[in-house]
């Protein structure tokens, strides 16, 4: 029996979960289309009617499998780099600027002496994060990387995090199954007319729909939720 360790729980809610969902489609598909004629096919080659079961699970996790895959890399390609401006921009880095309004002027000067103790690094003074901006976001993004080693281990931050990974990889699922939904909609309407799975077809087409409408503030909402449990989760211990 696998261990419910931190990168099996973060694989099965922010990858795995993430990507059955956004196969739904594709499974309705598969099942109730290609399967009459594949199957059969299959089922003329031999009479072992376990090989049929083997073939439809085979291609359930390659499908899922490519999901996942895909999901991650159109999430952060074309959803994440573009709401935080390719990480420039994440929470955690935002948080910790002198003129950021989500911590009181001396909780941040806390959160940067403790930064200075436990890295030896210096994040610029309020002026010079005026003048150069950019020079602040890159200070403190080195810092995060350190302070996710320190802190990122916590079961609230992984929580977090692995809740940021499932909705960050369901927007990007959800840009491959909303038009699979409409697919499955035209399919059931006009070619093998099924009037239950047209509008499960339309309901699922909705909600991606949804999603994908919604990421702008999805990701950094979700992205907050971590930025807070993991700056509390340092500053703490």
């Known amino acids: 029996m696998l261990k419910n360790s931190p990168s099996n729980s973060y694989f099965f809610y922010g990858r795995l979960l993430p990507a059955i969902l956004c196969a739904v489609p594709f499974f309705i598909f598969v099942r109730y289309f290609l399967d009459t004629y594949v199957g059969n096919i299959i089922r003329d080659l031999t009479t072992r009617e376990w090989i049929g079961g083997v073939s439809d699970a085979t291609l359930a996790v390659a499908l899922i499998f490519l999901f996942m895959q895909l999901s991650r890399i159109v999430a952060k390609e074309f959803f994440e780099n573009r709401v935080f401006e390719n990480a420039w921009r994440f929470p955690t880095t935002n948080h910790l600027l002198h003129f950021d309004p989500t911590y009181s002027a001396e909780y941040t000067k806390r959160i940067h002496e403790k930064i200075k103790g436990d890295f030896g690094i210096v994040i610029p003074p309020p002026r010079e994060e005026k003048e150069n ?80 409408l919604l990421s702008g503030w999805l990701l950094p909402r979700f992205g907050r939720l971590y930025a807070h449990a993991l700056i509390q989760k340092y500053m703490a211990g």
Not at 154 to 168: S, T
Not at 172 to 195: C, H, I, K, N
């Open 133 to 212: 901006e950019g020079a602040s976001r890159m200070k403190i993004a080195e810092a995060v990387s350190l302070i996710r080693r320190k802190a990122g281990t916590d079961p609230l931050v992984l929580q977090h995090n692995a809740e940021y990974g499932f909705v960050r990889n369901l927007v990007g699922g959800s840009v491959f199954a909303f038009p699979m939904s409409l697919v499955d909609t035209l399919t059931f309407s006009v070619w093998r007319p099924q009037p239950a799975y047209v509008w499960l077809s339309l309901v699922l087409a909705a909600i991606y729909f949804l999603i994908i």
